[in-house]
């Protein structure tokens, strides 16, 4: 692996450089060498200290190996960054987690629930109801309704639309809601509301919220919506899994790199799924949060204004295990609350999110660990690699806070 564990920073910070190793092997031996996935980038910091980076695998169909500096679609991972920008207009007192989601988003105001789209909501969809994915929205994606069937026909999941934000709002409002706001937990396109919800309170569009709120001041200098050309040799090819006979490989080409979807300038910009970025920017914003809203001189959030953000909010104190209903998210369901923009291990305390092509991120805020996962592959849930990573990183500390 290119930039393997750096051993003398590991056993410094308290961890088992061997079985950091080890771990790397692992994975390499029964997913890449195995042909499961194409690639992947690996980073895992402690207190800061970067102990493991590198690449490994393909990033083209080429055979072009993976660089460092390789762009990825991070799709889900957009959640948080959509949530911490969200929170920095609760912090200015322009909105607040009780809000009703209609005083910014009028469309929804006859919004009614079920199949029938008869029956009333019992309380407004509130403002929390969205940073938490308990609305009552859904994605198409789902596949287990004929709600989310709907969703797939107006093609409300995808990360390129030709709708403005108005437009999707507007035709997310002619859909029933799967439940009444605050009842279950279902993953869904909450955040892409939440998204439209920062562009009116600001005024400003998504892009430019997030360049000149976040992305600027964190200097995060290549997380866009947009790739643009300039940058189009460093973005990933990306594949899904293909079942067909015949694919050795189990593999198939989604989106190329240097064509890829991701250079079309859209007119929506997903606060839910839209973003393109890399390890060393996410590991910034990871940081930043770490932190308690703070880097390097620069403050997004106040401190407790995170510590709110990584707790249990569902109702209740409840888990997804007790709260959904649905079988797609990023998360496992037992012992696993629902924050502000991200799970949480009710347990371990560690908080976390990733996106649909497989990458993944985790801060550990009692171990002082950020992890970092990047490869290109549809869909996340195919292998346990997540589970892996933070039991195997959990595994190789020698020294524990906790």
Aim: aromatic share 8%; hydrophobic share 40%; glycine share 10%.
């Amino acid at each position: 692996m290119v930039g393997m564990t750096d051993r003398a920073a590991a056993q410094a910070a308290g961890m088992d450089p061997d079985r950091l190793d080890a771990l790397v092997e692992s994975l390499d031996r029964r997913y890449l060498a195995s042909g499961k996935l194409p690639h992947m980038q690996l980073l895992l910091s402690r207190d800061e200290t970067v102990l493991l980076s590198g690449v490994r695998g393909q990033a083209r169909a080429n055979g072009e190996p993976l660089r460092e500096d390789a762009l990825y679609r991070i799709a889900s991972m957009t959640k948080p960054v959509t949530s911490v920008a969200f929170m920095m207009l609760v912090e200015a007192g322009l909105v607040a987690l009780d809000t009703p989601v209609t005083d910014i988003i009028p469309e929804f105001a006859d919004l009614r629930v079920g199949r029938a789209n008869r029956a009333r909501l019992k309380r407004p969809m509130l403002m929390i109801d969205l940073l938490r994915h308990t609305s009552g929205l859904t994605y198409g994606l789902q596949r287990q309704t004929a709600i989310d069937a709907r969703y797939r026909k107006l093609g409300l999941d995808e990360f390129q639309q030709p709708r403005t934000s108005n437009q999707f709002v507007a035709d997310l409002a002619t859909l029933p809601l799967e439940f009444s706001p605050g009842e279950r937990w279902n993953y869904s396109v909450s955040t892409d509301v939440l998204g439209v919800v920062v562009e009116r309170l600001t005024g400003l569009d998504l892009e430019t919220v997030f360049q000149t709120r976040i992305f600027g001041p964190l200097r995060m200098v290549d997380t866009t919506f947009m790739l643009p050309d300039e940058k189009a040799d460093r973005m990933t090819d990306a594949w899904r899994l293909d079942e067909r006979p015949g694919k050795p490989t189990g593999l198939s080409v989604a989106d190329l790199g240097a064509r890829s979807g991701w250079r079309r300038k859209g007119r929506f910009q997903s606060g839910g799924g839209g973003l393109v970025s890399c390890v060393a920017d996410y590991h910034r914003f990871a940081r930043m949060l770490l932190h308690g809203g703070e880097l390097d001189g620069v403050r997004l959030l106040q401190a407790d204004t995170v510590a709110q953000m990584r707790i249990n909010h569902l109702p209740g104190g409840g888990d997804l295990a007790s709260m959904s209903g649905a079988m797609f998210s990023e998360a496992d369901y037992q012992g696993v609350g629902f924050g502000l923009g991200f799970a949480m291990d009710m347990a371990l305390q560690e908080y976390y999110w990733g996106g649909v092509f497989s990458t993944y991120f985790w801060i550990d805020p009692v171990e002082r660990l950020i992890g970092i996962f990047m490869t290109q592959h549809l869909p996340s849930s195919t292998y346990p690699v997540r589970a892996e990573l933070r039991a195997g990183v959990r595994g190789a500390l020698l020294r524990r806070n906790g």
